[in-house]
């Protein structure tokens, strides 16, 4: 959404403010009518499930999701590690904590540590639906960021870690990536609280006409 912000202000003429941020935060503005879209890059289900807790009384069933892009996650890797492709099945064994070492997957011998955003993010959300089928990641020791763009920062400095991104954000940091024999996908979705008004009806569609023109 930042990179083509003023696109998407031209198309829709409507002026918008971007604040970045983790899926459940964006949610959690929704519900505190801090904001009008929470931009979500993981399930809605599994957001609302990590939200119950911290607000139980929340309109969850006004939530509505409009999708506006498709793209695919990403691992990021240190330039100096060797790994740059594992298998679905490998990936799963890591982030439930089979897989412990890099030197198991034709690494080095150094312990793998995941970087993932904190409880609530979009990409761990997807990852943990679509490759672990709803089950939790399990990691010794993480490192905590609490947005995605931080993950690749951390990774480019530790030798031994795994972080979980979006593509887009490990591409812009030109950070090696540990590809998949089966890619995930994931979609990028804003959501409102109930029906959007015709000026935020304006928004979606120009962020979704300017997300299928850039990624073709």
Request: aromatic letters at 4%.
């Amino acid at each position: 959404m930042i990179p083509y912000q003023h696109a998407i202000e031209e198309l829709s003429g409507q002026k918008i403010v971007i604040i970045p941020n983790k899926s459940s935060l964006g949610l959690q503005a929704l519900f505190e009518k801090s904001a009008q879209f929470a931009m979500i890059s993981g399930p809605l289900a599994v957001e609302v499930r990590t939200l119950r807790d911290q607000c139980p009384d929340a309109p969850f069933e006004k939530l509505l999701v409009f999708e506006v892009a498709r793209t695919r996650m990403a691992f990021a890797v240190h330039p100096d590690n060797p790994v740059r492709s594992v298998t679905r099945d490998q990936l799963r064994r890591i982030l439930l904590g089979a897989i412990q070492n890099w030197n198991e997957i034709g690494g080095r011998d150094l312990p793998i540590r995941l970087v993932i955003v904190r409880e609530g993010g979009g990409v761990q959300a997807s990852v943990e639906s679509a490759v672990l089928n709803g089950q939790k990641i399990v990691a010794r020791d993480p490192i905590l960021v609490q947005i995605s763009s931080q993950v690749v920062k951390v990774v480019l400095q530790e030798p031994d870690a795994l972080g979980l991104a979006q593509l887009g954000v490990i591409e812009k940091a030109r950070a090696p990536e540990m590809k998949l024999d089966e890619p995930v996908e994931q979609t990028l979705n804003l959501v409102t609280l109930g029906e959007p008004t015709p000026e935020m009806r304006k928004i979606i569609n120009a962020a979704r006409q300017i997300a299928s023109e850039t990624l073709e």
